[in-house]
Structure formats: structure tokens, C-alpha cells
């Protein structure tokens, strides 16, 4: 099979024209009121009655005749004959005026010959007598027959989108149905050998993955206003491909397919484009997102087409394309306005290179600085890491003819939706367990743990608002600010239960024949495993370069403080870098190597930032 290649890769312009030329309109819904909200109505809709749809009364008094109230006051009351009373949803069976009062309640009818009434709380009754100590003028808490919507008005106009405000008005209408557009069906299709559906069980050994993609795509379909349909997981098989893209083209609007659109000799779909409908567009200048298809399938109905596009299957990637390209189309099909967009204006927190030639789609997160500044940094750990989206606030876009943004630089971030809030501390450094319930017990907190060595490189730049430092620190490196608080917890070798290979400590990793897990070089468990390593070489008069090159396994290096473990308890490695609480929460041996300080330090300018300040109290409280 020919391997695809991308050459003239369209603009963005030229993607948005693709997809607007595809149709996604359907037709007419009529639905029940009961599952009206958010549809968009088709048609105007007028009133076919008064709303109330008769003379009721406000408050809870008496109804009467104004004219019998004038020159009332507390010192010399009207007296009003009672004559008897009226509840609402009862018809009345007294008339008012004339020297009377009728006893009415909040939203009954007004009683004939009544034109007014006056609220319980300014009347007295004694011996049958309503005693009025005000006087009111015709009309008075009283809402007339019509005054909410008269018979014959225009009560809602075509295009209008359906909250619970416009559901209310529909059902003081007596409006049981309404009519709307009806909503895009987007059939969404995984592709890829290695994709397992959640709840799924999965071989990592075989390099299965959970599929993410059909369930973000699905869900911002259903944001975007289109009725999500989740077909069958497809692989990479040809025959299967066509089949499945076969049936969702049958019987949707849109087909979203996610995967095999990058040059590679099994990414086939764009061939069953080309041979089963029209293929438009192949490949775009943006990142992430370049291996886009926009295109057409034929349908067996003659029914016409189905508008196809074709998604990168790296998360990041797809949901990317998704929000820039596909959601608005989505919208616009469905009626539903494009939502309000929410941008600020802030200052880059360290350099980014950018890719010439490519507009870009760069993630971000928002903190501020100690003046309540915004400061923008990047949240980009690849298109294959699902986190960057949720660690994310918005996005930048980069210009294809730029390729450096300097520390400071203006940017302009469109968030990803107006209503996001962002976090009030915003932490970098050790993963920690410890830490970890600390930061559940802050209002809206982001961490992102990178390792003791980046968090201190962070700290110093300026960007967030702590870092968490675990082992010892180089003097050269000691962090610039103020330390909010420190605890120990204990390291060392994590071995399976009961430790049968009789792991005694750092000695027998180093003169016996194990299968050995490390953690990352930014790390403070691997800078304290360093440290006495060192130590060990010392003692033996080694240099320490041989006793680490006698580890088997000493250079692979896992990111968070569980990965390693895990690994023995698979059986893929004897002995794994961890804490004693790892091992005992997962019910494995330990070997103690010692004890560990962990330290979180502050910025100087961010001490008294709320979210700083609430950390600080939350750490005294959990280390007292």
C-alpha cells in the first residue's frame, strides 16, 4: 500500500470554507415541552389565550370596590361589609362593591363588582366588619386578564433557543409541543487495533489504550447542540472501515472518525473517501491537527450525502480541530448560537518556539502574579496526553509566519468557555501523597507534578505560585522565597508481599541480578537514591558510575510515584523506587532506605495570595 503523502496542505481559511460547504441541516422536530430545552424553535409561536386568563388577585386580602376606600387611613378606616371569600382555583360565588369586601387569596379570581384589594396586612376585622386602613385606587394588586400575555400577541419568534425562562412562558401558553430544528445526528467512529472502550480490560503489553476520543467528541457534539451517536470501535482492517463509515453515513448528518488520517501504511480512510463519496481536503496547516479530511459519503437512499470529517487521533489533537473547525458548523446546523467568547490578556511566563509555516493551537493555563496580573504559560505535553486540555484554561493562537514568543510577551487567550474559572493556587513539583490530601482540601487548586528539579526552575521564573521540593537540594539551587511548610516520609525499595527475593536494601540491588524500576531524573526519590548510591561507592572505594551501571534497570526512570510499583506488582520487575505509603497501599514489600524531606515553597511576591494563604492554613492544620 502506497504511503500518503502530505504536500499542499490547505490553510485554515480553506478548512473552514471545506466544511461550510458540507450540509448538516436536517429538518423539523416536533417535541414535548418536557424535552424542549436548549432545541431551537422553527416557527414563531403566538398566544391563544390571555395570560392570566382572568382578573386575579396579587396578594392575599380583600377584594372590593376602590371608590369605597377614598380618605381611608389609619385614624379613620373604611368599614366594609364581609361577605364572604374566594381561594384560588375556586369561582367566585359572591360579588364585591357596593360597601363589601370579599376574602380573596394570592392568584384567585376577582369577584364581580370588585376593581381593587387591598393587602391583609392593612385591615383589621371585627364582628363581620373589614376595617380598611388605606385607601386604593381601581386596579390596585389586581393583574388583569392579558396583562402577562394577551390572546394574539407574538410570544416567541423563529431562531429563539429554549431555557427555562421561554419553557415557562410555553407553559403558561398551554403549549404541550413545540416544533424545532431538528439537531445534527453525528456519528462518531474510532479507529485503531489498540483502541479498548472503557470498563473494557486492557493489555498494555500488546500497546492497547483506552479509547478517549469517542467519548470527548460525543460530548462536544452535544455542547455544540448535535445528537452524538457512538457506532461500534472499528480497527484498521479496510473492510471493517468502509462498513461501519457505511452505516453511520446512512443514518447521520455528520461522520466524525478519529485516527488512521496521519501518512502512515495502514491510515486508510482517506482512500475509502476517495472511493465511496468525494474527498475535499486532505491535511491542514495547523498544529496540532494537520492530518484533517474533510470530505463527503454517498448514501444508498438517495438520500443524497453525509458530510464526513476525518479527526487526528491524538486527543489533544482531535478535540483541537474539533472546537476550531467542526463545532461551529454543528452549531450553525442546529440553530444554537455561537457561545459568548471569554478572552483575557496576560503576559507569557517563559519563551515558546512555534513550528514556521503552521498556524498553531497552543493550550494554556492562567495564573497571576503577585499584582493580580494574568501570566500565560504553555500546557503542552504532546498531542497524546490527554491531561493538557484539562490542565489547560484556553488557547493561543500563533500565527504561521511566527516561530518565538519572548518571556513577557502580550498574548491574547480565548478561554474555553466564559464561565471557566481559574485556579486559585497554581503548584508545581513532587507527587506526593501527602501533598495530595492537602490539595483536596483547597477550593480550586491545579498542580501540576513535574519533578523537584523543573518545580525549582519554575519557581525562580516567576510562574507558579509554589513548588513542592522533595530530597535533598544541591546548595546552588536553593529555592528563592518562603518555605510554607516541610514533613518527612519514608523511601526505599518497593518489593512484592513478603518480599521473597530477600531484597535487604541498595546492596542487593547492586550485587545481585534483579530486575530494577527508577523514577525520572526530576525525581527527589531518584536525587535521594543518587545520594546514597554515592554513599555506597564511598564505602566500597567505587566510583558510583559502576555501581549504577550493575543495576539492571537503573536508566529506565518512570514519571509518578505509583508507576514503578506497579510494574513489580505486573511481575515485569523484582524491585521499584517508591514510599512506604505506595507499598502499603498497594499491598506490597518495603525496604527502607530512609527518611525524605518534603518542602513547599512560595514565591516572595505571591505570599499573600488568597489561594497561597489558604494552603498555608490548610498545611498547618494537616501537619499539626
Not at 472503557?198 to 500497546?207: F, T, V, W
Not at 541480578?513 to 531524573?521: A, E, I
Amino acid at each position: 500500500m502506497d504511503r500518503k503523502e502530505f504536500r499542499d496542505l490547505a490553510t485554515p481559511e480553506e478548512a473552514h470554507e471545506a466544511i461550510r460547504s458540507l450540509s448538516l441541516e436536517g429538518g423539523i422536530d416536533r417535541v414535548p415541552l418536557s424535552e424542549a430545552r436548549g432545541r431551537v424553535l422553527v416557527t414563531r409561536v403566538d398566544a391563544e389565550l390571555d395570560v392570566p386568563g382572568f382578573d386575579r388577585s396579587s396578594l392575599d386580602g380583600y377584594a372590593l370596590r376602590a371608590s369605597d376606600t377614598f380618605g381611608a387611613d389609619e385614624a379613620d378606616p373604611a368599614r366594609l361589609e364581609l361577605v364572604g371569600e374566594v381561594h384560588a382555583g375556586q369561582e367566585p360565588e359572591v360579588e364585591g362593591g357596593d360597601g363589601k369586601a370579599v376574602e380573596i387569596s394570592t392568584g384567585a379570581v376577582m369577584p364581580p363588582g370588585a376593581d381593587a384589594m387591598v393587602p391583609v396586612e392593612r385591615t383589621d376585622v371585627e364582628d363581620g366588619t373589614v376595617l380598611v386602613r388605606t385607601s386604593v385606587a381601581p386596579g390596585d394588586n389586581v393583574m388583569f386578564a392579558g396583562a402577562d400575555v394577551a390572546a394574539g400577541e407574538r410570544a416567541l419568534g423563529p431562531g429563539t433557543q429554549l431555557t427555562p425562562r421561554e419553557i415557562g412562558l410555553l407553559s403558561a401558553l398551554g403549549v404541550d409541543e413545540v416544533p424545532v430544528r431538528s439537531r445534527p445526528r453525528v456519528g462518531i467512529v474510532s479507529t485503531g487495533d489498540e483502541l479498548v472502550r472503557p470498563g473494557g480490560d486492557l493489555e498494555s503489553a500488546r500497546g492497547q489504550i483506552y479509547d478517549v476520543n469517542s467519548y470527548t467528541v460525543a460530548a462536544g457534539v452535544e455542547e455544540a447542540g448535535g445528537e452524538a451517536v457512538l457506532y461500534p470501535h472499528a480497527g484498521d482492517d479496510p473492510a471493517e472501515m468502509e462498513r461501519v463509515l457505511r452505516d453511520a453515513a446512512e443514518e447521520c448528518d455528520l461522520v466524525l472518525s478519529s485516527g488512521s488520517t496521519s501518512a502512515s501504511a495502514v491510515d486508510v480512510i482517506y482512500r475509502v473517501i476517495e472511493e465511496q463519496g468525494e474527498l475535499l481536503l486532505h491535511g491542514v496547516s495547523v498544529k496540532p491537527g494537520k492530518p484533517m479530511l474533510i470530505g463527503r459519503l454517498e448514501r444508498s437512499d438517495s438520500a443524497g450525502q453525509s458530510a464526513y470529517v476525518g479527526l487526528p487521533g491524538y486527543p489533544v489533537s482531535a478535540m483541537m480541530v474539533f472546537r476550531t473547525f467542526v463545532a461551529p458548523a454543528i452549531r450553525e446546523a442546529a440553530g444554537v448560537p455561537e457561545p459568548e467568547t471569554a478572552t483575557l490578556t496576560g503576559r507569557l511566563a517563559r519563551e515558546e518556539r512555534s513550528e514556521q509555516g503552521r498556524h498553531r493551537l497552543l493550550p494554556v493555563g492562567v495564573t497571576t502574579d503577585g499584582d493580580g496580573e494574568y501570566l500565560v504559560y504553555p500546557v503542552d505535553k504532546g498531542s497524546g496526553a490527554t491531561t493538557s486540555l484539562v490542565e489547560a484554561d484556553g488557547v493561543v493562537e500563533i500565527d504561521a509566519d511566527t516561530d518565538y514568543l519572548e518571556v513577557g510577551a502580550t498574548l491574547e487567550v480565548r478561554l474555553f468557555s466564559p464561565d471557566r474559572r481559574l485556579p486559585t493556587l497554581f503548584g508545581v513539583g513532587e507527587d506526593d501523597p501527602t501533598l495530595n490530601r492537602v490539595l483536596d482540601r483547597l477550593e480550586r487548586p491545579r498542580y501540576l507534578p513535574i519533578g523537584s528539579r523543573p518545580a525549582l526552575r519554575r519557581l525562580r521564573t516567576g510562574t507558579p505560585d509554589v513548588a513542592v521540593v522533595a530530597g535533598p537540594i544541591e546548595p546552588d539551587r536553593e529555592p528563592e522565597g518562603t518555605e510554607l511548610g516541610s514533613w518527612k516520609r519514608e523511601w526505599g525499595l518497593i518489593v512484592p508481599a513478603g518480599n521473597p527475593v530477600e531484597v535487604e536494601g541498595l546492596e542487593s540491588l547492586v550485587d545481585r541480578d534483579l530486575r530494577f524500576v527508577n523514577r525520572t531524573t526530576d525525581s527527589g526519590l531518584r536525587t535521594s537514591l543518587g545520594v546514597a548510591l554515592t554513599e555506597l561507592a564511598d564505602e566500597r572505594d567505587r566510583d558510583r558510575h559502576d555501581l549504577t551501571a550493575a543495576i539492571d534497570g537503573f536508566d529506565m526512570g518512570l514519571r509518578a510515584h505509583e508507576s514503578p510499583a506497579r510494574r513489580v506488582i505486573a511481575g515485569e520487575a523484582d524491585v521499584a523506587l517508591g514510599l512506604q505509603e505506595t507499598a502499603e497501599r498497594l499491598s506490597l514489600g518495603f525496604v527502607s532506605c530512609g527518611e525524605q524531606p518534603v518542602q513547599v515553597w512560595t514565591a516572595a511576591d505571591r505570599v499573600d495570595k488568597p489561594g497561597v494563604r489558604e494552603l498555608e492554613s490548610a498545611l498547618r492544620e494537616k501537619l499539626e
